[in-house]
């Protein structure tokens, strides 16, 4: 995944750095899986997953057993997931992923950030060929572990690509093998820091410097919000 991937990991550790606004983002994906599939982790691929990204980014224990308990509640009742598509200056592609209790608040805030920044809403599925979403698992790296003969072996779960960085290694795979896949990386014993869905755009495409810092005060404006969980742009 190249530059593109290194710009995406450097500005979500840079934008994720207040746990304040880490938690209740992580929290709202426990409750919507708890409250799909149950609370139960062992019964609940999605809850399961969704606690270990939680604890990745050292949530406490008594936070994810919270946000467990208010799948119960009321407030669960009206959490859903809804997507939105804009462009953004300089003619950025941006999607944005958010959960949200209230969907005319969260429309109404994430368009004022577009109309800010110069840019405007497109109707939902403008982007649908434009993006591909892809499973990511972040993995410890192993000492010992042979790329090549670990991309071999997870090939027919879906595999596409494989890195190494640092002491991570992160492997992709099309959205619909994430299932597959995540049982083949545990069957080789690596072990699974991270995996999410995430959108990788088809077309790269450069912005200068001046561009990006236009397009950056957009982003982190948007990600400020509470009811934002991830935001993709096409920058290469």
């Not at 060929?129 to 042979?146: D, I, L, Y």
């Amino acid at each position: 995944m190249g530059r593109a991937f290194e710009y995406r990991r450097a500005a979500k550790e840079k934008r994720w750095d207040k746990m304040s606004k880490v938690f209740p983002k992580l929290g709202k994906l426990i409750t919507i899986a708890a409250k799909e599939g149950g609370p139960d982790p062992d019964m609940n691929p999605r809850l399961r997953n969704a606690i270990l990204n939680a604890k990745a980014e050292n949530m406490p224990k008594e936070n994810i057993e919270n946000a467990i308990k208010r799948a119960a509640g009321k407030d669960a009742e009206t959490m859903v997931e809804v997507v939105y598509e804009g462009k953004g200056p300089h003619g950025v592609l941006v999607y944005v992923e958010c959960a949200t209790d209230n969907t005319t608040r969260t429309v109404a805030n994430v368009k004022s950030y577009f109309n800010k920044a110069g840019g405007s809403f497109v109707p939902i599925g403008s982007f649908e060929f434009m993006f591909s979403r892809k499973a990511v698992f972040e993995c410890k790296a192993k000492a010992g572990t042979n790329i090549e003969e670990l991309e071999l072996a997870l090939i027919d779960a879906g595999l596409e690509e494989i890195e190494q960085l640092d002491e991570s290694i992160f492997l992709y795979a099309d959205y619909v093998h994430f299932g597959q896949l995540h049982h083949a990386i545990e069957e080789s014993g690596l072990e699974i820091v991270k995996s999410s869905l995430q959108r990788f755009p088809n077309s790269p495409v450069q912005f200068n410097e001046e561009q990006m810092a236009d397009i950056e005060r957009m982003i982190d404006k948007i990600e400020e919000d509470d009811d934002v969980q991830a935001v993709y742009t096409n920058i290469g």
